[in-house]
């Protein structure tokens, strides 16, 4: 059963869409364009399609990705591959468009299991650049970074700081909020783990300062981390990569 | 085109952006919808902001408003755009940063536009008519606005009785929309082109009220007598003293929605929809939409099929649903699932509204292949004498064949749709539910181990332009009696679970169903009290009503318990579905004498008045009714009941 990984981006007023919206939107997606998904069996059977992590509702990504099945004839030869990327874009809604598409091997790791930590990149709103560099900086000097949740109505607390792989700030390009309040924008760039769970950036930032907050949200990357120590994006380098 | 470009400084969207991140589900309010326009504008067309008094979720897949979205913007002198009630979150932060109402296609202020209209489909949703209409910027009473202010229409089945809403509208729109919005956008053409002139809006409306179909509210007076209506009449001699409805003669000539909406987000029937026809005359005395929109009118089957199968292809859908108010009885309709299902085994095709027989549920299970849900049924009620009263002939054989049926080829769980409440009922019929879901359960378990039927029993509100539009509404108390009476009975009866609509909440809806303009204030009341999304369980809020009621000194049981007599003038006197108040009448006693009334479509006209009234007739590819079941026609295929059938005399009103 052949499997392919689809690439695509969420960007514009369709960031408001929830995660599971946007599954029924690629399952519309992929019918209009015809491509054959393989169905699970069952009383009820569902299209066998299975994403990444979540991206929370308002956020928007350049890397989104989801693992599709297909019947045996849901495509046929490699030519075919090369024009998804043009055919699914134009069945999706405006502000969503494939990047890449590749077949990978069906017996790979899923998506959730393989990918190790996204990267982020964060418009926090605050009062001065100022503060959010002091806050970056105080962050990463320490040890540990305690944050409190509820798991299954229990508050827990745990340290995120092996989870927080890189953090950076860039106080130079600080904008005006466009929230009409006299605060500042300063863009951050984060990576943050995913196993054994994935750290959510409300969490960073509160571990950060509570006086920042996060005003706009990008996902940049996502990574899977390589036995030798580097680390690449969930696309094998073949595929529409070549045939590009 | 697509809508996602904000290039049109009248948008509030760069102001709404940064509130969506607080609000529960913010994607209702971006628009981006397959089969959305941005339409182009110049500055002359008369621009129509559609509106649906109730969430996203529940308004978008409206097919009315689809239809009258598409066939304004194919328009040169018009254009058309979208609006939903925003949540009470949103409402909130709107309120808050002063924005107003707005379309989710171009997000633009409601008040920018020349027409915000309304689609009613239920009374509970009066309030946020209300409210959205002040979102917009615009007065609530329609004879406190200015002359460059929207005008304010409304059409829908509420508009039947548009009396409790008459002061907060400017003109109402009774049947069929299809071709009235064009008639209505070329008068108002010119009246723009004019410049909206300071003093024209009453000669406007007055030019409005001689279209056929359309009500201008503020151009009729209505005199009381005490409590009663004296007359209704019109303020001049141009403007008619009845106001007939619109229908579409020929549904073929109509292939709308061609390019049905496709929303980014999950709503209320998310699926293809088709409508294969408009009307149904199998008589049910209770079911307004069935007398308001006769006659029957098919579809062509061809053209059924041709937008099912384009509408997949475009949409993505893996369901599509065949709408109409008695779907099995489509002409054409085995073939037309044959067809669709052989083009691809994936597809599943709903039938939102079953007939009650062994035929039509072999035929669910040849459309459910892919995906099955529950079957639901709708008896109505309990006994046959009282189906009988109410004119839904379909025997306890009838129900239990089909549900033999359902559970013989797989399906697990039913739905039992039953009124309480009904004329005459005693507790025998009511208890007849009971009997009827016992005896599915037990027919269930010969096939499977444990069977399980779901009774869901609403109260039975009297609606305007049926039979017992005379009846007196049972009271709250009476309801809840006779649901604890169910309740009690089915306490012991493993596989049978009880459902009920609040009666607290069908009071309400007897209100405004029967009442007239003097309950313009409840409703404000209500509204000004945040009373909101009545629709809604966890909004609705029976105590504010009942205070609204008293403080402007309306009387519950007057509107709403009351046996009307036929001497009376209704509120709806002046307006028209083409039915003859004597037909009405005549049914209505007929109901109480418990006799039949055929199905008009396979047997001879009894003359209702909405054909002949109107010179159209019903378009059915079959004149004989289709096989199975003794199919509310009055003929008992089983044998087993005898029915009464009348073969009717012209009786006046009043005799």
């Known amino acids: 059963m052949r499997r392919l990984r689809i690439e695509f981006n969420k960007r514009g007023k369709v960031r408001f869409v929830s995660h599971r919206d946007v599954v029924r939107i690629w399952e519309r997606t992929l019918r209009r364009a015809g491509v054959r998904v393989a169905y699970s069996e069952g009383f009820s059977p569902r299209p066998r399609l299975s994403f990444g992590f979540a991206l929370p ?115 130079t390009v600080a904008m005006p909020s466009s929230d009409g309040s006299n605060r500042v924008c300063v863009p951050m760039i984060a990576e943050l783990g995913t196993q054994p769970r994935a750290v959510r950036v409300p969490e960073l930032m509160a571990a950060l300062d509570p006086s920042v907050c996060e005003h706009h949200v990008h996902r940049t990357h996502q990574w899977i981390n390589t036995d030798n120590g580097l680390r690449a994006d969930p696309m094998p380098l073949s595929a529409t990569a070549e045939a590009k | 085109m697509t809508t996602c470009a904000d290039a049109d400084p009248a948008s509030v969207w760069s102001q709404l952006e940064p509130l969506l991140p607080r609000v529960q589900k913010p994607a209702r309010y971006i628009g981006c919808e397959d089969g959305a326009v941005s339409p182009e504008r110049h500055n002359k067309q008369i621009n129509w902001l559609l509106t649906y008094p109730d969430t996203y979720e529940i308004g978008l897949p409206n097919q009315g408003l689809q239809i009258l979205y598409e066939i304004l913007n194919e328009r040169l002198d018009a254009s058309a755009e979208r609006s939903y009630a925003p949540w009470t979150d949103l409402e ?69 009785n548009p009396e409790p809403i008459a002061d907060f509208v400017d003109f109402v729109v009774l049947g069929d929309g299809e071709e009235v919005v064009g008639e209505i956008t070329e008068l108002l053409f010119d009246w723009k082109a004019a410049g909206k002139n300071s003093g024209t809006r009453s000669g406007l409306l007055r030019c409005m009220s001689q279209i056929a179909g359309v009500y201008v509210p503020s151009m009729y007076e209505v005199a009381y007598n005490g409590p009663h209506i004296a007359e209704i009449t019109p303020r001049y001699s141009d403007v008619p003293e009845i106001i007939e409805k619109r229908t579409v003669a020929d549904l073929a000539e109509w292939p709308y929605p061609k390019r049905q909406l496709v ?6 029937h998310d ?20 007398m308001i929109t006769r006659p029957v009118r098919e579809r062509p089957a061809e053209q059924v099929r041709a937008m099912i199968s384009e509408g997949l292809d475009r949409t993505g859908y893996d369901e599509v649903a065949l709408t109409s108010l008695s779907t099995a009885d489509f002409s054409g309709i085995e073939q037309v699932i044959a067809d669709t299902i052989t083009d691809n085994d994936r597809i599943s095709v709903a039938l939102p509204s079953l007939r009650v027989d062994a035929f039509t549920v072999g035929m669910a299970a040849q459309i459910q292949r892919a995906r099955r849900t529950g079957l639901t049924f709708a008896p109505e009620a309990g006994t046959w004498r009282m189906r009988q009263v109410v004119n839904k002939l379909i025997s306890d054989e009838d129900l239990y064949g089909a549900v033999e049926s359902a559970y013989s080829q797989g399906w697990r769980r039913m739905k039992l749709y039953f009124l309480t409440g009904l004329p005459t009922e005693t507790d025998d019929d009511t208890l007849g539910i009971a009997r009827l879901a016992r005896n599915c359960v037990e027919i269930g378990r010969t096939y499977r181990r444990s069977p399980s039927v779901t009774v869901s029993v609403g109260g039975f509100v009297p609606k305007p332009f049926t039979p017992f539009q005379w009846f007196g509404q049972n009271t709250a108390a009476e309801l809840k009696r006779k649901i604890q009476l169910l309740r009690n009975d089915l306490r012991r009866a493993p596989g049978v679970r009880v459902k009920w609509h609040d009666p607290a909440a069908t009071l309400v809806e007897g209100i405004a169903s029967r009442g007239d303009r003097r309950l313009a204030p409840v409703i404000e009341y209500v509204w000004k009290h945040s009373g909101t999304f009545q629709e809604w369980s966890e909004c609705f809020n029976h105590d504010l009503w009942i205070e609204a009621m008293e403080v402007n000194g309306c009387d519950v049981d007057w509107y709403v318990h009351r046996h009307r007599k036929p001497e009376e003038t209704l509120p709806w006197a002046h307006l028209s579905a083409g039915l003859h108040k004597d037909f009405l009448w005549q049914d209505w006693r007929d109901a109480l004498d418990e006799l039949g009334l055929e199905d008009c479509r396979w047997t001879p006209c009894y003359d209702c008045g909405a054909c002949t009234g109107y010179s159209i007739e019903h378009r059915v590819a079959s004149a004989t009714p289709p096989a199975g079941g003794s199919q509310g026609t009055g003929v008992d295929l089983y044998g087993a009941v005898p029915v009464n059938l009348q073969s009717r005399p012209q009786v006046r009103v009043g005799l």
Request: one cysteine or more.
């Open chain 2, 271 to 290: 699926r293809l929809s088709v409508e294969v026809f408009r009307g149904c005359t199998r008589g049910c005395r209770f079911c307004q939409a069935g």
């Open chain 1, 57 to 171: 509702t308002g956020y928007e990504s350049d890397a989104e990705y989801l693992d599709v099945r297909l019947e045996p004839d849901g495509l046929h030869g490699p030519n075919d591959i090369s024009a998804l990327p043009m055919l699914l874009s134009q069945q999706l809604p405006v502000g969503m468009a494939v990047s890449e598409v590749a077949v990978i091997d069906p017996s790979a790791p899923s998506l959730q299991q393989a990918v190790t930590s996204c990267t982020w990149r964060i418009e926090v709103a605050c009062v001065n650049a100022e503060t959010v560099v002091a806050a970056v900086q105080r962050t990463l000097s320490v040890g540990e970074l305690i944050v409190t949740r509820t798991r299954k109505g229990e508050q827990i607390t745990e340290d995120i700081r092996p989870l927080l792989r890189s953090l950076e700030v860039d106080a």
């Open chain 2, 263 to 268: 929303p980014l987000t999950e709503v209320v």
């Open chain 2, 92 to 160: 909130v932060l709107l309120r808050r940063e002063g924005l107003p109402l707005f379309s989710v296609d171009t997000h633009r202020k409601a008040g920018d536009f020349d027409v915000i209209a309304f689609n009613l489909s239920a009374e509970l949703t009066y309030t946020n008519l209300l409210n959205c209409i002040n979102l917009a910027g615009v007065a609530v009473r329609s004879n406190q606005r200015r002359d460059a202010d929207p005008l304010i229409g409304v059409g829908g089945h509420c508009t039947y």
